[in-house]
């Protein structure tokens, strides 16, 4: 099993249309990203878990699920760096492969220890980028490929048929 834990603040700063958005609605940057990791994670078939910082903030650590896809506000006084290590130390197993996104390159350097591949804000921007316009290619195919609702008679049958209906032989 892959799980990819993502560090949303440092990838909301990192990937240009959410940096923009992150100034004027925070909550809609956030939005975003979860919506578009759900999108990865049904592509890919990666648990995805998102880590937001709320160290900043009094109170316990949140997690809920948005999407299938598992949120932590960490708790006071906690990093969501830190969090992400305790997670790639718990979810590590011989079975799983852990992934972190982030661009912090200390970040990076810590989960290597724990022995977590690293994919940066960059990295998997482009990929959330591809995942979508397969994703598009594939609706747009379908739909274009889609049959119609109505089967197509010639005007022979067409007759007889609606001979039938008006109760005719």
């Known amino acids: 099993m892959d799980i990819l834990l993502v560090d ?12 923009v958005l992150k100034d004027q609605d925070l909550a809609m940057a956030r939005d975003i990203l979860i ?6 994670q049904a592509y890919t078939g990666y648990k995805v878990i998102i880590v937001f910082d709320a160290h ?3 109170g316990i650590e949140t997690k809920y699920k948005n999407h299938r896809v598992e949120v932590i506000y ?14 790639a130390i718990s979810l590590s197993d011989i079975r799983t492969q852990i992934h972190v996104a982030t ?9 290597f220890g724990q022995g977590a591949l690293r994919k940066s804000a960059r990295e998997l921007l482009n990929e959330s980028d591809a995942i979508e ?9 379908f739909t274009n490929e ?14 007889i048929f609606e001979k039938w209906r008006r109760g005719q032989r």
């Not at 919506?35 to 990865?40: D, I, N, V």
């Not at 906690?78 to 305790?86: G, P």
């Not at 661009?103 to 989960?111: G, H, K, P, R």
């Open 103 to 111: 661009s912090d390159f200390t970040e990076q350097w810590a989960i």
């Open 146 to 159: 889609k049959p119609s609702k109505r089967i197509e008679l010639d005007n022979e049958i067409s007759a």
């Open 56 to 58: 900043m903030s009094q």
């Open 35 to 40: 919506s578009r990791m759900a999108e990865y």
């Open 8 to 19: 949303g603040y440092n990838i909301i700063g990192a990937w240009p249309e959410l940096r």
């Open 74 to 87: 960490t708790r006071e006084n906690e990093t969501a760096d830190e969090r992400i290590e305790k997670l």
């Open 133 to 141: 316009a397969r994703i598009k290619k594939r609706v747009t195919k």
